[in-house]
């Protein structure tokens, strides 16, 4: 009943921007950390940012100081704003969160469905 559903990606120059959105619906009743996952071709998926239910965050150090994770917790939907966009970001972007749903009332990770980065001229 729980779903992540993602937008925002595309095709980008390097040196540009963009911006990941990843919305959470169902019968939830709380989410606590959320997180942006990557996997590019031939390579082993790895976490991006996470933000905790708090505010704190997590990077890997490849995306510091060029990536910003954030959430809207009225909207549940955590954001990947993308700065200083390089080759090397072009992978499947997935946003996953920890959520508690009202019929279950266990903590359980969902995923999105994934969308497409690429950073090209």
Not at 77 to 100: F, G
Request: positive net charge; proline residues 2%; hydrophobic residues 35%.
């Amino acid at each position: 009943q729980v779903q992540l559903v993602e937008s925002g990606g595309g095709l980008v120059q390097p040196g540009g921007s963009l911006r990941l959105s990843c919305a959470a619906s169902g019968n939830i009743f709380n989410i606590y950390t959320m997180g942006w996952y990557r996997q590019a071709p031939g390579k082993q998926r790895e976490l991006v940012a996470l933000i905790t239910s708090a505010g704190s965050t997590n990077y890997v150090d490849s995306v510091k100081g060029r990536f910003t994770i954030s959430r809207d917790n009225a909207k549940n939907t955590v954001y990947l704003q993308m700065n200083s966009a390089k080759p090397e970001d072009t992978a499947v972007y997935y946003c996953k969160a920890r959520i508690t749903s009202h019929q279950t009332m266990i903590a359980t990770d969902y995923w999105g469905q994934g969308t497409q980065v690429t950073v090209s001229s």
